[in-house]
């Protein structure tokens, strides 16, 4: 029997399992099929923070949600339509993110009574027998033994063979969304290179996967998610944290400069090292220091020395820096600060995402010491927003933060592929040799913008010496005048705020120049806060979506915005920060929105509060 | 006609800045800038080639009365400085400056880490055995039992000894001098500067306003000659008023001996490339200097090895990358290893 096509604007499929069981490595090769065939893609990789937490317990399952869809995306789903559960642990731990009548796929080895035990379902009840999942449809497919029987003589130990499960599951989805098996067959021949038996085994299973949604009568529709209007160009799939790396390295091209990176690893900024460590022949400068503190400082000496310095972290290694980056600030020198946002405080929640360090970029040192910040808005926006971060610190000589968190770091989507040439150039100058005979070396002279000459050692002529303690204006001398302190601090405030005239106005991204509400957001929010403003806008609300890129120093038109808005409402994944900044900045009757979790906002719930908002401006 | 251009040759003086020094009259650290610039002017090292970098205290107020490139960083962190600016100009003659505090304590991390990776540079360690800056409390180099002011009843830490330490951490070039004997000191700073890799002299230092005398013993007239060792390549151990005191190697035991009662081929010979010889030196430190039996206090280098620096090592595996996969095109990068078409409707 041929199963009956459906067809479906968008589709979102959880995969879940155990954070041994591949479930990223499953989820990251649909999201490649699908973004391959055209479809427009964004995706949320949801981990645990152990590497291999208790085995089918819920605080080791690992989840990879992908939204895909012929019609533009910009988030990865409030609610999944196929859950794909390889234990019952992964069922209790995401149940609750499927929509009512959706499907789930169930390994049924993993709901035996130890799996049951474990993942604590009260005495030992199986939710696929005892009618808890009525409201789903659900289909057990014993994954574990059709593969063992798939690979029975393949002379594969049992634990290789189990390993290959994923690929049953992956080969099943395949079938169902009507996909071609080709671009993943390609994928396993690259990564298993050389292990002929590995391969083979691989494919067997992902073969046997997509014929089981032939063979098992059980299925009797198959669905298809024609390709997405999107705009005609050659496209690739990027996750966030290598869409910086990519940034950083083009910013160190652009400018001519060797890019330096001092670094200690932490969860989630890690593969931003990862990534720019493959790629020592642009001369990357890679340093993994012994502490968050040396690696910041060894990023200063660099950007001294005339390299690109740059360090990254998350919130508790930026709290580390702070005392580094203020000297930064003082030294005016390039620094590019990456702070990949996770939970907090502390240590907080490693591997989930929030946007609660916005203050500590703008606040975290000791003193007066401003700096501009640079968020970036989705996984590949990570690129540009980096770029920028790197031209900031480079034409104004100053420590700038760049803002990414875990949602968009770990996230991922289709990006049309840029051309070096359309980048702008990123101008640096060293200041030149001088003799004896001219006029002395002037290390904090300033230009029209209120910049300083960047002299580096080696330069005949320019020897200076700079350092924590507050200088003489233009000469760079240690000065403890009360008079100069103050026309320094004020200098350092107006270089910063200066930048406004380097930087482009605030565009509105949806909706029209004035109106009812307008919602205003920062980071990695962009995706949901659009799709839940476009939803508005085609009910006829009067609502526009504002979203920053510049943060500090503001966009200069940014206030004439917000005077046009009855409401404005500020949706963050935190207790209210940047609403903070805009009710200081502009006395704008801004209103927070927070959401503490871990978790992205769901789309649903900015519509709910947009919709609850416009009734009081209405009433 | 080709016009004769003569190199002036720099004197010690041309390497001082226009700023006044701040240091308190009678500060041991005048002597070592002295020697510094001494040194400076004798090898004519370039002005616009060098670096000084210090962390925080009153020894790294060095760079700033140093007519060179410096850095007066923050607290402990000065090695963090100097590998970025080896990283990017590996060319650059540069020197950390840093005290008991800044080297042992708060930058005690960095400190033994900047000597297992070997980055090319001079250390100083200017060892007072007391926090200057913050107004006298006790320094992890300060004596069991100090009484300062944050330890009216005597400070109850066991102290470093910065010389077990390095080599702990597998230190490339160990030396100690003192401030009150500039001739020795000279050489020391000689040797360290043609050293190839993380040269650490610690310089016993007076602070004559908190810890005054902490280290007479080694240079007063009075006791100096039976507490002070002066070790050279290739020369016995030999110390005391009429140099008639020796030391002996008993298996790993060093022993006093007098050397008009030995054969002087029993003599322990110093060898500075001798990791474990060198690690028994630097135990030399662990007596009470009113024992009778005191081992005496050395000065001089106790250990140099040559070893790879790390910017060489982190250099030439970027020139090897380079060799193997060609110099990175922006383009190609951008595009991806996978990449799909769409075309227009």
Same mark, same amino acid.
């Given at each position: 029997?041929?199963a009956d096509?459906?067809i479906?604007?968008?589709?979102t499929?959880?995969?879940a ?6 479930m990223?490595?499953?989820?990251g090769?649909f999201t490649?099929t ?13 981990f645990?923070a152990e ?9 080791g ?9 012929s019609?533009? =995306? ?21 149940? @609750?993110?499927?929509?009512k009548?959706?499907v ?10 130890k799996?049951?035990?474990l ?8 939710p696929l027998?005892?009618?808890?999942l009525?409201?789903?449809k659900?289909?057990e497919?014993? /994954?574990?033994?059709?593969?063992k029987e798939t ?5 594969l130990?049992?634990?290789i063979?189990d390993?290959?499960?994923?690929m049953?599951?992956l080969?099943f ?6 996909r071609?098996l ?20 691989n ?5 046997a ?11 009797t529709?198959?669905y ?9 160009g ?5 996750i ?5 790396a ?19 690893p932490?969860?989630p ?8 460590s ?15 503190i ?9 950007s ?12 508790p290694?930026?709290? =580390? ?5 203020g000297?930064?600030?003082?030294f005016e ?6 702070? /990949?946002?996770?939970g ?7 591997t989930?995402?929030e946007?609660?360090? =916005?203050?500590?970029?703008?606040y975290g040192?000791n ?8 968020a970036a808005n989705s996984?590949?926006?990570?690129f ?8 900031i ?10 803002l ?5 770091a ?11 040439d359309?980048?702008?150039d990123?101008? /640096? ?15 904090y ?20 010496r700079?350092g ?8 760079g001398n240690?000065s403890?005048?009360?008079?100069? @302190?103050q ?8 270089k910063i705020?200066k ?7 605030q ?7 004035a ?7 920062w ?10 403003v ?8 009067k609502?526009?979506? /504002? @979203? ?6 503001l966009?200069?038109?940014l ?9 404005i ?22 209103e ?19 919709n609850?908002?416009l009734?009081?401006?209405n009433? | ?7 002036? #040759? ?6 001082a ?10 500060c041991?650290d005048?002597?070592?800038?002295k ?6 002017? !004798? ?7 060098t ?9 790294s107020r ?13 607290h402990g962190?000065?090695p963090g ?19 008991d ?5 708060i ?6 880490h900047l000597?297992?990776r ?20 006790y $320094?992890?180099?300060?004596?069991k039992?100090?009484i300062? #002011?944050?330890?009216?009843?005597g400070?109850v830490?066991?102290p470093?000894?910065?010389?077990a ?9 160990f030396?100690?001098?003192?401030d009150?004997?500039p001739?020795?000191?000279? !050489?020391?700073l000689?040797?360290?500067e ?8 610690e ?6 306003i908190?810890?005054?005398g902490?280290?007479?013993?080694f240079?007063?007239? $009075?006791?100096k000659?039976?507490?002070v ?8 151990l ?5 140099? !008639? ?15 008009n009662?030995t054969?002087?081929?029993?003599l ?9 010889k ?14 009778e039996?005191?081992?005496?206090r ?13 910017e060489q ?15 990175g ?17």
């Open positions: 029997m041929a096509l459906e479906k604007k968008d589709v499929i959880l995969f399992g155990d954070s041994g069981d591949g990223q490595l499953t989820g090769q490649d699908a973004a391959f065939l055209g479809n427009d893609i964004s995706t949320f990789p949801n645990p590497i291999r937490a208790p085995q089918g317990t819920v605080a399952v690992s989840g990879y949600q992908l939204n895909f869809g019609v533009n =995306l910009y988030t990865p789903g409030d609610y999944c339509d196929v859950l794909v559960v390889m234990n019952s642990a992964a069922l209790k731990a995401n149940i @609750h993110n499927l929509k009548g959706g789930i796929i169930a390994n049924k080895a993993g709901f035996d009574k799996n049951l035990r993942a604590k379902y009260k005495d030992d009840s199986n027998e005892d009618g808890s009525d409201n789903y659900v289909h497919v014993d /994954v574990t033994k059709i593969t690979l029975t003589n393949s002379g130990s049992s634990k063979i390993r290959c499960k994923n049953f599951v080969g989805l395949y079938w169902m969304y009507n071609k080709d671009n993943t067959i390609k994928f396993i021949e690259t990564k298993f290179k050389g292990k002929k038996d590995i391969i083979e085994a494919i067997a299973v992902l073969k996967g997509h014929n089981y949604g032939d063979t098992a009568e059980t299925f529709t198959r298809e998610v024609k390709p997405a209007n999107i705009a005609p050659t496209y690739r799939n990027i966030g944290n290598e869409a910086t990519i940034g950083l390295i083009a910013a160190a091209k652009k400018s001519k400069l060797d890019l330096f990176y001092g670094t200690y932490i969860t900024a890690s593969d931003i090292l990862h990534t720019l493959k790629h020592k022949n642009f001369n990357v400068k890679t340093y993994q220091a012994e502490d968050e040396a690696a910041v400082c060894a990023a200063i000496g660099a001294f020395a005339g390299g690109l310095g740059i360090t990254a972290s998350s919130g290694g930026i709290a =580390l820096k702070g005392e580094a980056i000297l930064g600030v003082i020198l390039p620094l590019v600060v990456i702070n /990949v946002q996770r907090g405080p502390s240590t907080g929640l490693p989930k995402t946007q609660s360090d =916005l203050l500590q970029a703008f040192r003193g007066e010491a401003p700096m501009p910040i640079v996984p590949s926006d990570c540009f927003a980096a770029y920028e971060a790197c031209r610190a480079l034409e104004h000589m100053t420590p700038v933060f760049f990414s968190d875990g949602y968009i770990n996230g991922s989507e289709p990006w049309k592929v840029i051309n070096s359309d980048l702008d990123i101008n /640096v100058n060293f200041a030149g040799p001088r003799n004896e005979e001219d006029e002395a070396f002037l290390p002279k300033r230009n029209e913008k209120l910049v300083r000459p960047w002299a580096i050692p080696g330069t005949k002529g320019l020897a200076h700079i924590g303690l507050e200088k003489e204006n233009e000469t240690v403890y005048d009360a008079d100069n @302190h026309l320094m601090t004020d200098i350092r405030q107006a705020d930048i406004a005239d380097y930087i482009p106005l565009t509105i991204d949806s909706g029209e120049e109106g009812d509400l307008l919602m205003l957001s980071g990695s929010t962009y995706g949901v806060v659009k799709t839940a476009k939803i508005a806008l085609k009910e006829g609300k609502v526009s979506h /504002v @979203h920053l890129r510049y943060i500090n120093p966009p200069k038109n206030g004439e915005i917000l005077k046009r808005f009855d409401k409402i500020v949706p963050e994944m935190n207790n209210g920060q940047l609403v903070k900044i805009i009710r200081a900045e502009y006395l704008a009757p801004a927070g929105f927070s959401k503490v979790k871990g978790l992205p906002f769901a789309t649903e719930e900015l519509t709910a509060k947009i609850d908002t009734s009081t401006v009433a | 006609m080709a016009v004769e251009v003569q190199n002036k #040759k720099l004197t010690s003086k041309d390497y800045t226009d700023q006044d020094v701040k240091w308190c009259p009678g041991g005048y002597s070592i800038l020697q510094v610039q001494t040194v400076f002017a !004798e090898l004519g090292l370039e002005r616009d080639e670096v000084f970098v210090s962390g925080i205290g009153c020894s060095f760079p700033y009365y140093m007519n060179t490139y410096g850095v007066h960083s923050i962190r000065a400085f100097a590998a970025g600016i080896k990283a990017i100009n590996p060319d650059l003659n540069l020197w950390l400056i840093s005290g505090g800044d080297s042992l304590s930058g005690g991390n960095h400190f033994i000597l297992r070997n980055i090319h540079l001079n250390l100083l360690l200017f060892n007072n055995q007391i926090y200057g800056l913050t107004k006298g409390q $320094s992890p180099t300060s004596e039992g100090k300062t #002011k944050s330890t009216p009843f400070s830490d066991h470093f000894n910065p010389a330490l390095a080599l702990g951490a597998d230190s490339t070039f030396a100690r001098s003192i009150r004997d001739k020795h000191m000279r !050489e020391v000689l040797r360290a043609q050293h190839k890799g993380t040269a650490l002299v310089i016993y230092q007076n602070c004559n908190f810890n005054d902490a280290f007479f013993t240079s007063d007239k $009075s006791t000659s039976d507490n060792l002066v070790v050279k390549q290739g020369e016995p030999i110390f005391g008023k009429e140099n !008639e005191k020796g030391i002996v190697l008993d298996g790993f035991t060093p022993r006093i001996v007098n050397i009662e054969s002087a081929d029993d322990w010979i110093h060898d500075e490339t001798d990791r474990v060198a690690s028994i030196l630097s135990r030399f430190f662990d007596d009470n200097a009113n024992d039996n005191a081992l005496p050395p000065f001089g280098i106790f250990y140099s090895e040559t070893r790879s620096t790390y090592e982190m250099l030439a595996q970027l020139d090897k990358h380079i060799e193997s996969k060609g110099e095109n922006l383009d190609s990068l951008l595009k991806g290893n996978n990449t799909w078409d769409i075309k227009g409707k």
